[in-house]
């Protein structure tokens, strides 16, 4: 991966700027705001990164400046009903009545964060920029100090195309005059009267005739500048976007100073060939069991060995069936991903946009078992590149099918050249500096 350490010059008549980067949900959500922010340091700007504490040890481990924000929005993701939405994947009249109830209450479940952010941004005063998600509308927080609102789209279907559907949800195929209209939903997504009462009430703005059609443009109704932390090389981009939208390439977190494999996995590392890696990040659902055994016997039938990652509890703690630990599989919470997956034979994921990239920038073959939203549509992409076999959907998910792919991931020439032909194009593009760059066009 691109290197991240050392120190960078400005160039000439530039000088340093405080942005805050304004971040609020899972790791997936949170560490490319933290890549972002370890490149504006060393390129010499000054970075105040406002995200939930669990994310400050992170922060304090690369340098980054913190503060802490309300984390609301995550905790629902532990509670019965938000796991059976990642189960249903979002499908069916039940899976979409329940999400519709749970993006109800995230609206609600946000305000507590804005506010926060509200309140960092007044504490902290001279900002030049603020820098916040899509799905976290802390652009009125620019708009009350006037200072420019950079929008981070962190997957693709964000912004309005005529030339392909909405990538966040599954779609079936649509006539290209109807693409535009499958947006819809993005503008759905940003419409909340609770949102509304606090930008006005609150952060004293204009109340807005179209609001949630126009999230994408500021109070004088300029287009916002909007960075997509992923490849081109990857996903389609639309020319007709034109110099708003720039596509940077992933932006890669290196592993923290601080950190050193545990001997554990070392050691498992070192006794024997590469693994396979087997983890589905902070898609914990109500099945962690039923995927412990299911990745336990895929692993027994296919004989390779696993480092299987329980994350946010999507995948119990693997064994042989007996109680005792199988010597085939490792099992670990978490680790650096560009420190891992170098080292493992092919790479079983849920298909989130940073473990893509991640994966590609590693240049190993890899499963995709999507469990919802964008998943579905990097699952296709890999596929098509030629880098991965035909998707598993997560609800779907058997034995035996897991085995047939990991074997292909693992046994197949044409996917392991072809990994190895798209990595150094990902790494070359060196998207977080290329962010940066961008980025500093808009700084006031």
């Known amino acids: 991966m691109p290197k991240e350490s050392g120190s960078e010059s400005l160039g000439s008549g530039a000088r340093p700027r405080k942005v805050l980067l304004a971040a609020c949900g899972t790791r997936g959500d949170v560490q490319p705001f933290l890549a972002l922010a370890v490149a504006l340091r060393r390129h010499g700007h000054h970075p105040l990164l406002a995200a939930p504490f669990a994310y400050a040890s992170d922060a304090a481990a690369y340098g980054v400046e913190f503060a802490a924000i309300d984390d609301g929005p995550t905790r629902i993701l532990d509670e019965p009903a938000t796991r059976g939405i990642v189960d249903d994947g979002l499908t069916g009249v039940r899976g979409g009545v329940a999400a519709a109830r749970t993006v109800a209450r995230l609206k609600h479940l946000l305000i507590a964060p804005l506010r926060d952010v509200a309140a960092i941004a007044h504490d902290h005063g001279d900002l030049a920029a603020v820098v916040h998600s899509a799905a976290f509308p802390a652009q009125y927080v620019a708009d009350m100090l006037d200072v420019p609102a950079v929008v981070v789209a962190l997957q693709p279907g964000w912004i309005p195309s005529g030339s392909f559907p909405c990538r966040l949800v599954p779609l079936p195929r649509v006539p290209r005059l109807l693409n535009r209209s499958t947006y819809a939903l993005v503008t759905a997504a940003q419409r909340s009267r609770e949102v509304e009462r606090w930008r006005t009430s609150e952060l004293g703005l ?100 696993a480092v299987v990652a329980t994350g946010w509890g999507g995948i119990g703690a693997a064994t042989d069936g007996s109680g005792s630990s199988s010597p085939d599989i490792l099992t670990i919470e978490q680790a650096p991903h560009d420190w891992l997956f170098p080292r493992t034979a092919a790479i079983v994921h849920h298909g989130g946009a940073g473990t893509v990239g991640a994966a590609l920038s590693a240049g190993r073959p890899q499963v995709l078992c999507p469990h919802m939203g964008d998943q579905t549509h990097w699952a296709a992409r890999m596929r098509a590149l030629g880098v991965a076999p035909a998707p598993l959907t997560a609800r779907t998910l058997t034995a035996h099918g897991l085995a047939e792919a990991i074997t292909a991931a693992v046994k197949d020439r044409h996917l392991r050249h072809r990994a190895g032909e798209i990595a150094p194009l990902v790494r070359a593009e060196n998207g977080v500096d290329a962010a940066v760059n961008s980025l500093a066009l808009h700084l006031t």
């Open 206 to 305: 204009a109340p807005r005739r179209h609001g949630a059609r126009r999230w994408l443009r500021d109070p004088g109704g300029g287009r916002r500048p909007v960075l997509q932390p992923f490849s081109r090389h990857i996903t389609p981009v639309d020319p007709a976007w034109g110099g708003a939208v720039r596509t940077t390439g992933f932006w890669y977190l290196p592993a923290r100073p601080d950190w050193t494999p545990p001997r554990e996995l070392a050691r498992f590392l070192d006794e024997g060939p590469p693994p396979v890696y087997i983890g589905f990040g902070s898609m914990a659902g109500t099945h962690a069991h039923r995927n412990n055994a299911l990745v336990t016997e895929a692993v027994r039938l296919t004989r390779v060995r």
